[in-house]
């Protein structure tokens, strides 16, 4: 089964940095485009970063450009974001979500992680 689990959340100052971790099992990892989205309460979710199989990025939301790097080592199964200069904007649960192979793929998410940005 498809498992992707998220970690690394949790409450950082302004300015400050956090690397978002997501172990994925159940698939071949490395033969899968990965994506991070994040979501607001009472907001759409919104796709952060995504990264092909070469560990090409394919994505970055404006917001998070210069800031966030989207990472993925293929021998731990895992995806990373890393987030630097935080601003209480980034406040959001970050999801994790396998790329689909083709439109109507099944469609795969981790469970999220919080991440708070205040002071």
């Known amino acids: 089964q498809v498992q992707l689990v998220e970690s690394g959340g949790g409450l950082v100052q302004p300015g400050g940095s956090l690397r978002l971790s997501c172990v994925a099992s159940g698939f071949t990892f490395s033969s899968s485009p990965m994506n991070w989205y994040r979501q607001v309460l009472g907001k759409e979710r919104e796709l952060v970063a995504g990264?092909?199989?070469?560990?090409?990025?394919?994505y970055l939301a404006d917001s998070v450009k210069g800031r966030f790097t989207i990472s993925r080592d293929n021998a731990k199964d895992t995806v990373y974001l890393q987030m630097n200069s935080l601003k209480p904007e980034d406040t959001a649960v970050y999801y994790c979500?396998?790329?689909?192979?083709?439109?109507?793929?099944?469609?795969?998410w981790g469970r999220g992680t919080q991440v708070t940005v205040s002071s």
């Open positions: 979500r396998k790329g689909q192979r083709f439109t109507g793929d099944y469609d795969y």
């Open positions: 990264i092909n199989i070469a560990g090409g990025v394919t």
